[in-house]
């Protein structure tokens, strides 16, 4: 079997050329890294309103510009970021503004890779196109401190559109959902999404995750616009939510 030589992460830096882009609903654009196997890849989202723009998320952060991705880059982008792990903030640092919950706010400023969880989950495993591995010591992912800290209940004013921030710990203690209601849009991150989720990993709680969950079952949308897998329709998303509980055997 063909030894799996490990690749430096600088060199797959790339502009938006090397993103995946699909507009998912007016003025919504789903983003991806194309240099990652599909099964690898994590979606981090544009949201564009008439005043600023909205970056939900940031990726892995193989791309290092986001020149040529908004239709007018002269507006104010504000990133949004729902959690501190490393296949989600590559890119915020390229916000000019950013705002997440203060539970995870120290590893922001200092993108550790034991504390993101980018380590043990990189090393030796198979994540790129062409059955290729980064090489875990080469893992520099940009800081991206905070500007404002927010919680339940903060809002973005886009205006054309409000996103309204949902606070649902459990994958991670500072796990946020964004709603829009405007397009009756559910940004469910890494708390709801239709592949394994993680409840067993530093940080993670099962109990804070059925909380969220329960929670957000309750909460009215068309579409759930998840940090991994298929977009889910809010019956599927629901569906996903009893199977969790399923799995975990919880009543």
Same mark, same amino acid.
């Given at each position: ?75 104010? !982008?504000?990133?949004? %970021?729902?959690?501190? @792990?490393?296949? $989600? =903030? ?5 916000? &000019?503004? #950013? ?85 009756? !849009?559910?940004?469910? %991150?890494?708390?709801? @999404?239709?592949? $394994? =989720? ?5 940080? &993670?709680? #099962? ?45």
């Amino acid at each position: 079997m063909r030894a799996i030589e490990p690749v430096p992460w600088q060199s797959l830096a790339c502009g938006v050329e090397g993103l995946v882009i699909e507009e998912v609903a007016p003025g919504v654009k789903r983003l991806s890294e194309a240099a990652l196997l599909p099964a690898e890849r994590s979606f981090f989202y544009l949201v564009e309103g008439a005043g600023r723009d909205c970056l939900i998320d940031g990726g892995w952060g193989f791309c290092a510009s986001l020149e040529g991705l908004r239709a007018d880059p002269q507006k104010p !982008l504000v990133a949004i %970021a729902t959690h501190s @792990h490393f296949d $989600h =903030i590559g890119m915020l640092h390229l916000a &000019a503004e #950013r705002w997440g919950h203060p539970a995870e706010a120290a590893i922001f400023v200092r993108p550790d890779p034991t504390a993101t969880q980018a380590l043990p989950y990189l090393s030796g495993r198979v994540v790129l196109i062409g059955g290729g591995a980064i090489a875990p010591a080469s893992l520099v992912q940009q800081p991206c401190p905070l500007h404002r800290f927010v919680g339940e209940g903060s809002r973005l004013e886009l205006s054309s559109r409000t996103l309204e921030i949902l606070h649902t710990p459990g994958h991670s203690p500072g796990s946020l959902c964004v709603l829009d209601r405007t397009s009756s !849009l559910l940004f469910s %991150a890494d708390t709801v @999404h239709d592949g $394994h =989720i993680y409840d067993d990993i530093p940080g &993670a709680g #099962r109990r804070d995750l059925l909380l969220s969950h329960r929670r957000l079952a309750e909460v009215d949308f068309a579409l759930a616009l998840p940090g991994h897998g298929a977009i889910l329709s809010r019956p599927q998303f629901i569906e996903r939510i009893d199977r969790y509980r399923t799995e975990r055997e919880c009543p």
